[in-house]
């Protein structure tokens, strides 16, 4: 599946759906996110049960300032509309892959107990 691009308009539906959504925060004008890109875009391919969204930085400013975005790129991932990564820098192919199946792997009844408690 291709990547999708989220705006203001459909981040927040995008994200507090089911399933896993990767976001990819970018510009570019930033070496570090074209390198990731084509990693991003390739894991997508492989990953077809799982949202990939790119969010550009510069066009949605104030969508990257309500995220806190700092850095770039920064990957967040949201299980079941929960953020459950988040984490600045372009990452290799095989660190991306770690992220994926942690994020698969998480038992979502503790996440929910622990987001309760906080």
């Not at 070496?31 to 997508?44: L, N, Q, W």
Request: aromatic share 8%.
């Amino acid at each position: 599946m291709a990547t999708q691009t989220l705006t203001a308009d459909n981040f927040e539906k995008t994200i507090t759906g089911d399933g896993i959504v990767l976001v990819d925060f970018w510009a570019s004008w930033c070496g570090p996110c074209r390198m990731f890109a084509p990693v991003y875009d390739e894991a997508s391919e492989q990953h077809s049960d799982i949202v990939f969204g790119k969010v550009d930085t510069e066009a949605e400013q104030q969508l990257a300032a309500a995220a806190q975005i700092s850095s770039i790129p920064t990957l967040m991932a949201f299980r079941d509309g929960i953020l459950v990564f988040n984490q600045a820098g372009a990452l290799p192919a095989p660190a991306l892959e770690q992220v994926i199946t942690a994020v698969r792997d998480l038992d979502m009844d503790e996440v929910r107990a622990q987001v309760k408690s906080a």
